[in-house]
């Protein structure tokens, strides 16, 4: 065959080359929207009407005090004052107490009338009134609450099995999952709305907070609701919303599930709640105090404070970073806090610290954390001075020994001792890390200082040591936190 013929030949099979590979193309493409459909529910009806019999509205009712006047209505002492009182006198309504009313959701955990609800749904209330889907209404009594998760534990009685529904797996549940809510927003009761997980291991405000995020409506009224998978199963209670207008605008948060087992089980079981407690002040490790504590990563709970209790019984000390608890990573102190909140009290725990670097287990035997007293900082003993106290200017700070005069000014008790700030230059590192006149330092590389000297010295340590920052302890108000300043410019 000629080289003409060849090319000839090859023009004529370019054109079916292209055809084929754009209708492979077009097959691939329809392909993957069938799965994409297949994947989509093309109806959540079935899963509504399966779940429907076990969700709830709850009414409450509650006694308020009587208004003594007219406020909110007109300014106090305006001219009008007397005319409103008088008004409202008449209205029969004067400082006789009145009821007030609000609604919410719930849904059924159990055939005998356990019934899961928000803390702020029925807090304060005199009355729970809980309607179910068939409208049939039984008054509920309330068997524990949890104001640290939001989570209520009602029960009703009745005299046939109760339709229930059981909490799945929220540690399953992936961004983009599909997720129904169902509950009773604005009043309107019973109404369903579905969208998807939109984030995960969210945190509001609370100490136990583990939020699933989802696009699914969720309305004032929904709170204490159930956020159902496709399965049918609960992966977490209808919480909160972040709302400019007070409506949903696709950001809901629900508590998730595990977290709401383990409370449930408690309010069943107790009446309250009973979590462990370890017994210690921390704080996150960032990059700068792992470098002045010569740590390879920022991981762990370094301890501020250890006042009296299952931690100091047990040996541990501030400045102790734990890495392990109970078995278990410690990646950052949220972590440790549900770990430790979620472990049975009174149970013996091995517990991993790194002290000076090396690592180190302590047996600790957790306590109540509901029983626990207010935390007192640790005394502080009282080294002898060996020099005239002096004031000090470095890193920023203006640091003075604590005098009588300095302790009676910062309300410290007359044994305290430690380097006053005095002063803090705007500019400075230290500043810029919340250091402020009138906070006091009481350690400096791990060790105790009282007199300029001291810091001077853990200072040069850490500089021969070649760590480029210190780490301090700094009470404010007794209240403890190590902060991490750089030292490589020091003189």
Known sequence: MTSQAIAIEQDRSTPLRLFWLTSLSMILIVAQSLMAHARMPESFADLAEQISPSVVNITTSTTVAGRTGPQGIVPEGSPFEDFFREFQDRGGQGDRPRRSSALGSGFVISEDGYIVTNNHVIEGADEVLV??????????????TDPNTDIALLKVTSDEPLPFVSFGDSDTARVGDWVMAMGNPLGQGFSVSAGIVSARNRALSGTYDDYIQTDAAINRGNSGGPLFNMDGDVIGVNTAILSPNGGSIGIGFSMASNVVTRVVDQLQEF????????????????????????????????????PEGPAMEAGMQAGDVIVSFDG????DTRGLVRQVGNTAVGKAVRVVVNRDGETQTLLVTLGRREEAESAVPASQPSPEEDETPQSLDMMGLTLSPLTDEIRAQLELDENAEGLAVMDVDETSEAFEKGLRAGDVITEAGQAQVSVPRDLEDRIAEAQDAGRKSILLLVRRAGDPRFVALNIEDTE
Do not use: C, M, N
């Open 131 to 144: 309607e179910f889907f068939s409208g049939r209404e039984l008054p509920a009594e309330i068997i524990g």
């Open 271 to 306: 009446g309250e709640t009973r979590r462990g407690w370890l017994g210690v002040r921390i704080q996150d490790v960032t990059e700068d105090v792992a470098e002045a504590l010569g740590l390879a990563d920022a991981k762990g709970a370094l301890v501020s404070d250890v």
């Open 328 to 331: 278990r990573e410690v990646e």
